[in-house]
Every structure is written in structure tokens, then in C-alpha cells.
């Protein structure tokens, strides 16, 4: 298993004031943060991004609201991370979501749901070059 997954505190949980708490949990749960910034998504980025989910009927949706603030992505570093962080995210609907996780906690609804962490080691390799050139991670 991987060492590093990629995440992003989406536009609805930046714009609430819930970054600092959500990166202190992210820690607390023992993960070292090797790569950091706070930066916005145009909506074709944001199309780029999810592209996978085009065919969707939330896609355009989705790129809306991905591109309609801030976001601060991260790299994050730990033995299993992929499996573990999304573990503490938790599931995609908040509602559906265990107590605990970043989702219930911070998230509003199946779209507007606070943050992302990547899906597969591939694509978290994929995803941390999508937002970090290589002198920007220690
Ligand atoms: P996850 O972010 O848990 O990996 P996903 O990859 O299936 O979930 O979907 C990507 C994002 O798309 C998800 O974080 C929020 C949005 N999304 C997924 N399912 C949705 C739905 N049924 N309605 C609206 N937005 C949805
Ligand atoms: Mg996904």
C-alpha cells in the first residue's frame, strides 16, 4: 500500500472557517502533511479534475461549485494512506457518513461535502501533480 494520498477542503468547509480544525484532525489521525496550499479551481480545472464523473448528471454541478472559492489541497503522508484517509472521511453522503469523520462532521450535503481524498494510490499520484510541482512538497 501507498504512502501518500491526496486531498482538497472543498469551497463550502473553506468558506465556513472549518480549515484549521479539519487540518488539526487530518494530523491528530497521524498523517504528516508534505505538500500545502491554499489556491482556487477554475471551472475548467475543476472539469479536468472530475472528469471521470462527465457523464454524471451532478457534473456540471459539481464544477460549479468546486470552482466557486477557495479550496486548500494538501499532500499527505502515512503508512496505508489512501484506505486509511478515506476512512476518515468517511462516506460520500455526510448523511450516510460514521460518526467521527470529517464528512459528518464538517459536510453539508452529497455535493457540498467538505472535502476530498483520492480513490486508488494511482490516483493520488495523479492528483498530487495535478496541484504540486515538485520544489512545493518537502
Ligand atoms: P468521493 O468524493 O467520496 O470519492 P465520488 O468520487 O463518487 O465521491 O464523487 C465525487 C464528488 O462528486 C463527490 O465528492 C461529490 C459529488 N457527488 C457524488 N455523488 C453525487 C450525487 N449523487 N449528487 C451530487 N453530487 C455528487
Ligand atoms: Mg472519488
Known sequence: MGKQTFTMIKPDAFAKGYTGAILAKIQEAGFRIVALKLTRLTAEKAAAFYAVHRERPFYQSLVEFMS?????????EKDNAVEDFRKLIGATDPAKAEEGTIRKLYAESVERNAIHGSDSDENARIESDFFFSALERV
Not at 68 to 75: F, R
Open 68 to 76: 466557486s472559492g477557495p479550496v486548500v489541497a494538501a499532500i499527505l
